[in-house]
Nanobody
Framework: RVKLVESGGGSVQTGGSLRLPCSVF????????MGWFRQPPGKGREAVAR??????????RHAHDTKGRVTIAYDNDKKTLDLQMNNLKPEDTAIYYC????????????????????????????WGQGTQVTVSS
């Protein structure tokens, strides 16, 4: 079983940067899809970025409104899935969640208020508890 623990959230001003590490426990992640999602206040969850095939350099996919401002990477020494966010905007304010699954999910994953789904139509397997990011203008 996989356990995910996010950290690094906080409050920043517009234009600032944050790095969110997600500590991964339980198994080697070579064959998993891993990603970051977020849930803005009063809205459903949405994908931020996803990575796969970490043992061959990592294949990354970004959601359209974060590409260019967000970098996702897996640190195999520290066993963390890191999300680096730059040039933050107030609309980036959200709870950020780390997720992992054995079935593919992408940057346009279907999400409800409480869950997101892989390409097989099942809820993504593993989630962290979330970390709050607040961007003030």
């Amino acid at each position: 079983r996989v356990k995910l623990v996010e950290s690094g959230g906080g409050s920043v001003q517009t234009g600032g940067s944050l790095r969110l590490p997600c500590s991964v426990f339980g198994t080697e992640m070579n064959n998993y899809y891993m990603g970051w999602f977020r849930q803005p206040p009063g809205k459903g969850r949405e994908a931020v970025a996803r990575i796969h095939s970490i043992d061959s350099g990592g294949t990354v996919r970004h959601a359209h409104d974060t590409k260019g401002r967000v970098t996702i990477a897996y640190d195999n020494d520290k066993k963390t899935l890191d999300l680096q966010m730059n040039n933050l905007k107030p609309e980036d304010t959200a709870i950020y969640y780390c997720a992992a699954g054995s079935v593919e999910f992408g940057p346009r994953a279907y999400c409800t208020d409480t869950d997101c789904y892989d390409t097989g139509g099942r809820p993504i397997d593993f989630w962290g508890q979330g970390t709050q990011v607040t961007v003030s203008s």
